[in-house]
């Protein structure tokens, strides 16, 4: 994360119409100031540290004593508004800002160091001494040698903190075959209604778990009111009062509410299924 908040402040200033070795020598002094909060911090806490912390802190110092240096070279001398680069970090600053890192650097190593075990994210231990190598004996008996290794290792069972395992999806079957392939009468046609929501209600549910599900739907409705349903003839046939399918028969009151309630909810069932339908190239040539 260093790295990443270190690379945008540099292209910030890049944007900003800083030149490179300007650029640069800010992201020096940027690391000069983290690095002497860090000093700061050693000093207030006083006692030992973890050892992966005081690691992270002599890597920090290393990185600042590189950076200092390539300011330093010779080459890296270029022409910033009439001025070189030895008017944004002189010779004497350079110097000044390596001493500084190496003095951090070595009270760093000479601090005491430890490594938290189990969950506790407690400072150093204050019954057992530390030991001078920063490794805690784990409760087999068996000591670490991985010193950066720091609150990462856990000697407790970690097993209980998992929670109870998650329950396997249900998945009701779709019995799309439950509607007919040719009705006869107001009846049958409200039970292929009937069949029909159903089959949508379970699609629509399963969504998570069936694949599809928004084509199954728009298809199935489809060819219930294409190749199920009887059309009706137009109201001016010569024939319609006895080949019509809607005509020909007398229908209950029950029936044809029935039949409406149904057709409102097949509907909106369509309607939701086809505006959901992904349009591709192939499907709209379709």
Known sequence: HCVAVLEAVHYALRCAELSQAQAEAVGVLLRWMLIRAAGRDMNLVGGAMPSSEREAVSLACGHLMLAAGLQARPERELEVSGKGSEEILSGKVLRALGEAAVSIRARARETPSFVTSG???ASAPTTSPVQSSGVV????????TFSLFGRLRLDTDVEPLAGEAPLPVLVVPVELTRVPIQVLTFEEI???LHHCVQSCVLLANQAQAVKDTYMIRTSMIQHLFTSVIPLPLPNLHPSRAKRCFWAA?????ATQLDILRLLQQVLRHYTTAALSLKLTQSFDAA
């Open 119 to 121: 969950s506790s994210m």
């Open 249 to 253: 028969q007398t229908i209950a009151r």
């Open 190 to 192: 409200a039970t292929a």
């Open 137 to 144: 004996p784990l409760d087999g008996g068996q000591d670490t």
